[in-house]
């Protein structure tokens, strides 16, 4: 079972603090709660509540934020919290009682697209799916983490099955063409989502891009220059890519040469205009808002 570990990360407005987690809180979606009357379907927003401080909940896949009164400062408390939070979690309490509905389901669609990569369909969906991106490479790495992804991995054709937000993206192998099978594959989607199935039970290990070297990469707090980089990435090209099936993650920015190293996912990997749109989109980009601050991007992963 995935050690559950809480971090703290600040948000843009000081009253608000997010508790991070390493397992999967909830299945899918998201909810906020303004006080304990209203967090009766989560009892861990009932016992955060007790909390005098405690203003507003807001829960999702991977996180909890938190909204304080003005009577204390978060850094009084804001330990209190994660501890209280991390040790809930660890034993095993339920953090939203999520129920479906026999009677009557939650209206779900899927629809299908195509990307820039032919060999790679987009599903979209109105339904929220994680709150963190997650690829999978094969089914044995879907079977640790998604069920939905293992699930997907059953249809022979599948290569690889990128999850984000609202959207799936499937990389097929070449032994046929998408206008054979997408019907098929939207359909199956669409089931599994309005069974109310497990899309994520836990979020997989980040690895090393080296197989010879699988150890885990710590998570640190970005600073300087690659925080920038995040932040323009998070705002002027994720947004573009998702909307062809596609996402890039920054991975690591070399100081001394000036070369941001990326990975390219779902959509993208693999993509034949990929290369294209790291010179010509990205890196450009880079260029402009960063001067004399960046001198390549390459993707480490294609």
Do not use: H
């Not at 971090?7 to 006080?35: D, M, R």
């Not at 209203?38 to 909204?67: D, G, R």
């Amino acid at each position: 079972m995935q050690e559950t570990n809480i971090t703290i990360q600040e948000t843009t407005n000081e009253t608000i603090l997010k508790f991070n987690s390493t397992k999967i809180l909830i299945n899918g979606g998201s909810y906020e709660f303004s006080n304990i009357d209203e967090a009766k379907n989560s009892p861990l927003a009932q016992q955060l509540f007790y909390l005098p401080f405690v203003k507003k909940i807001f829960i999702t896949a991977n996180f909890i934020a938190i909204q304080r009164f003005d009577i204390v400062q978060w850094i009084d408390v804001q330990e209190e919290v994660r501890e209280q939070i991390e040790a809930y979690i660890a034993d095993g309490n339920i953090v939203v009682k999520e129920e479906v509905s026999s009677t009557k389901k939650e209206a779900v669609e899927v629809y299908a697209e195509a990307t820039p990569n032919p060999a790679v369909m987009k599903f979209g969906t109105n339904k929220a799916l994680t709150q963190t991106d997650v690829e999978f490479k094969n089914i044995e790495e879907a079977s640790k983490s998604s069920p939905l992804a293992q699930a997907i991995f059953n249809f022979p054709f599948v290569k690889e099955v990128f999850i984000s937000d609202n959207y799936i993206s499937i990389t097929k192998y070449a032994m046929l063409e998408w206008n054979e099978v997408f019907a098929e594959v939207r359909s199956f989607i669409r089931e599994y989502l309005l069974e109310g199935k497990t899309i994520i039970k836990e979020l997989p290990n980040e690895v090393s891009s080296n197989k010879t070297d699988e150890k885990i990469i710590p998570k640190v707090k970005l600073e300087g220059i690659p925080a920038q980089i995040v932040d323009i990435l998070d705002e002027y090209i994720k947004p573009a890519v998702a909307g062809d099936g596609g996402n890039i993650a920054f991975r690591s920015y070399d100081e001394q040469n000036k070369i941001v190293s990326v990975i390219l996912q779902g959509a993208c990997s693999g993509c034949p205009s990929s290369t294209a749109t790291l010179k010509n989109g990205i890196e450009t980009l880079l260029k402009e808002m960063l001067p004399n601050q960046i001198n390549e991007v390459v993707a480490i992963n294609g």
